[in-house]
């Protein structure tokens, strides 16, 4: 059985299950209580599992994800949120420092099994500081496992496997995609880490996108004279590869899509996985789109300029042809 919920409500759900599921399981964060987190992601857990569980911080990044490291160390599974995925840089040493490089330094005596999730992207007009897509950045420090989401159905599944992951995971809802709706399961379940999911088929080109991009992705599917497959990595780190490369080997054409900024962003990675692995399935050079190299204007026109649009992917994936 099946319900439509948001992306959000989603999230949400995903929290309360595992907050219900294991007593180790703590969520912490800036405004996490009564006030619910910015988009409503942790509306009611407060009240239902009280403070020992769901408890606010003060306003430091860097002190919520080292609270995070402790706790994960001591024995617990905490849940660290940081309202914008940006602040990870201001958590920056906890962040890219110490919490990935936990197990490695300790000789494996240490496990960090924690869970930082913060909402990245663009599209609400929330300025420079609080619009980026960060998991170029944190897929390139060995030790993370990086998630994003592009449905409801990704958000919930995705977010319980990372809480329960062994290794320390950053995951990563976009804030646009909040109030989206889709269906998602009434019964318990989870969906893996590692492994992306073809979520439309097609036989002329494939078409790497997640989150915001993959709905693009998408529109720019039904303007082009191709039949188009769409894959969502799901995990940018560690990346599905072999699922990628075998849609390549089916269509002889690759367009990849992301938001990140094209200038050492996951486009040109996942490209150069084919290409070194099956460059003689390519029948014309890989196509990378991405953010241009500027910061996300402020201006709602000049933001939607910067991202990738429907029109510019389609353009794309013509240039295949």
Do not use: C
Not at 102 to 108: I, L, N
Not at 126 to 150: D, I
Not at 209 to 223: D, N, P, S, V, Y
Not at 283 to 293: N, S
């Amino acid at each position: 059985m099946t319900r439509e919920i948001t992306y959000v409500e989603a999230i949400a759900e995903a929290l309360d299950e595992e907050l219900a599921r294991d007593d180790d399981v703590v969520l912490f964060g800036e405004d996490v209580e009564e006030f619910g987190g910015n988009f409503g992601e942790t509306e009611g857990l407060y009240e239902k599992h009280g403070r020992d569980r769901v408890r606010n911080t003060p306003l430091s990044e860097i002190g919520i994800a080292g609270m995070a490291l402790g706790a994960a160390v001591g024995g617990m599974r905490p849940v660290a949120e940081l309202q914008f995925a940006d602040f990870a840089a201001t958590a920056g040493d906890e962040v890219f420092n110490q919490i990935p490089k936990q197990p490695y330094v300790s000789g494996g005596r240490l496990t960090a099994p924690l869970t930082i999730f913060a909402p990245s992207g663009a599209g609400i007009g929330a300025g420079a500081q609080h619009s980026q897509s960060v998991h170029s950045w944190l897929g390139n420090v060995p030790g993370w496992v990086v998630v994003t989401a592009t449905t409801p159905y990704d958000a919930k599944g995705l977010f319980k496997s990372a809480i329960r992951d062994d290794n320390p995971v950053f995951f990563l809802p976009h804030k646009f995609l909040s109030e989206q709706r889709g269906e998602v399961p009434e019964e318990e379940y989870t969906l893996p880490l590692g492994e992306a999911a073809v979520e439309v088929e097609g036989e002329d080109v494939t078409v790497v996108a997640t989150q915001l991009m993959f709905h693009r992705a998408k529109e720019a599917a039904e303007q082009v004279d191709a039949d188009v497959e769409i894959v969502n990595p799901r995990t940018f780190a560690p990346l599905d590869t072999e699922t990628i490369a075998a849609s390549v080997r089916k269509t002889g054409r690759l367009v990849v899509v992301d938001e990140t900024v094209e200038r050492y962003g996951t486009q040109g990675h996942i490209a150069n996985e084919v290409v070194e692995s099956d460059f003689f399935s390519l029948d014309a050079p890989p196509k990378t789109i991405g953010v241009k190299d500027t910061p996300i204007p402020l201006s709602p026109v000049l933001e939607q300029e910067v991202l990738p649009s429907a029109d510019r992917i389609a353009a794309g994936i013509e240039s295949l042809f």
